[in-house]
């Protein structure tokens, strides 16, 4: 790509088998969340059923309870195209958020050139949806990409977050989060950015009350008008309770999870979706790829080689038309425009069966 030079690795790498376990190790830790707060089997299958969409003779033409899917309609609201021929939904408070996100995990001891020189190849690249994790200690970096890249403010969409993982008590989890806030701000303000268009909790505190400790400080934000709209990652369906049951509390509209082919059983997927759906929650998956057993990812290339498709971009396909979005990550610019290059196929719903069961 003219004027990035882009590093196919980063610096500094987990051993592989550790990662390998980090990665087992959460997952499994989410899968028990969702387990454990998600509705009884009688109501998932009902919750599958539900989610059907039929095609004009009445029939349905999408089958979530096989599948394990939801279909793309049944995204929140109708996908419209925006300039960047990327397709965006309509947020339960009427923002249009792009379906397709992408995240500069340079992480911090690649300093903010790293972050710098992939944010400006992701606009290149069409993405216009951008999550500059607290975590990736990215935000610096990503703020002065888009910035050298000259796209206006108003074409993008910016997710930043705050991370008080297992904070515990209202006023600590306001104090901290508050000041994650504030961060947030500063490091944005080096690319000349004041004001985000989500605000995201990495993880939720220890309880519902610190959890309204943290959404306290996410409310003044929103008040003063340093961003558009508030979301959180990895909360069970107990801890989004938490906040929506609170008449006073302002509605997340995101919840960013570990979700894709593997992460969960096919009916454990469906109710996820289902059921964040039913709350006016869009899921975006992180990490839309790893993990997804080798089994699946042959039988996804098999799939692609017939449509002119990598194995990727149908594993990020069946995300979509399981009725989440993803945010997604490369260092690599042709794998950049890989992973956004999803809207111009589909899957049938045979394949879809084959996938979930392989």
């Known amino acids: 790509m003219p004027g990035v030079a882009l590093r196919a ?14 990665v087992w190790v959460e997952t499994r830790a989410l899968q028990k969340c969702y387990l454990q707060t998600a509705p009884a089997k009688s109501v998932l299958e009902a919750t599958a059923k539900s989610v059907e969409s039929n095609d004009a003779s009445g029939n349905p033409s999408r089958r979530a309870a096989l599948a394990g899917t939801i279909s793309l309609s049944q995204l929140p609201s109708t996908a419209v195209a925006s300039a960047s021929s990327q397709q965006s939904v309509k947020l339960s408070n009427d923002l249009l958020f792009p379906i397709v996100s992408f995240g500069p995990q340079a992480y911090g001891f690649n ?33 002065l990409g888009l910035q050298d890249s000259g796209i206006r403010r108003e074409e993008v969409f910016i997710c930043g977050s705050v991370d008080t993982k297992g904070v515990r008590g209202f006023d600590k989890a306001y104090k901290e989060t508050k000041v994650g806030c504030e961060e947030n701000l500063k490091a944005f303000a080096a690319g000349g950015i004041d004001y985000v268009d989500m ?19 996410f409310q003044e934000m929103l008040a003063q008008g340093k961003t558009k709209s508030l979301a959180v990652s990895n909360f069970g369906l107990t801890q989004l309770d938490c906040i929506l049951k609170d008449s ?23 109710a996820i979706v289902a059921e964040n759906k039913k709350r006016g929650v869009i899921v975006q998956a992180w990490s839309p ?24 971009q149908v594993l990020l396909r069946w995300i979509l038309q399981s009725g989440a979005t993803y945010t997604t990550q490369s260092s690599r610019a042709d794998r950049l425009a890989e992973n956004i290059q999803i809207f111009d196929f589909e899957l049938s719903d045979d394949e879809l069966r084959q996938l979930v069961s392989a």
Do not use: H
């Open 289 to 312: 790829l790893r993990g997804v057993s080798s089994k699946k990812r042959a039988l996804a290339e098999k799939i692609g080689k017939a449509k002119g498709k990598s194995f990727a």
């Open 199 to 217: 605000i995201m909790l990495d993880y939720p505190a220890a309880d519902c009350e610190s959890i309204k400790g943290q959404w306290k400080a």
């Open 111 to 143: 300093g903010d050139g790293k972050a710098r020189e992939l944010t400006r190849a992701a606009v290149d690249a069409g993405y216009r949806n951008f999550f500059a994790s607290v975590l990736a200690k990215n935000q610096r970096g990503f703020a």
């Open 248 to 270: 006073s509390l302002t509605p997340p509209v995101v919840n960013q999870l570990r979700y894709n082919l593997d992460a969960y059983p096919a009916e454990t997927a469906a």
């Open 9 to 22: 690795k980063p610096r500094y790498r987990l051993p592989v088998g550790l990662l390998a376990v980090a």
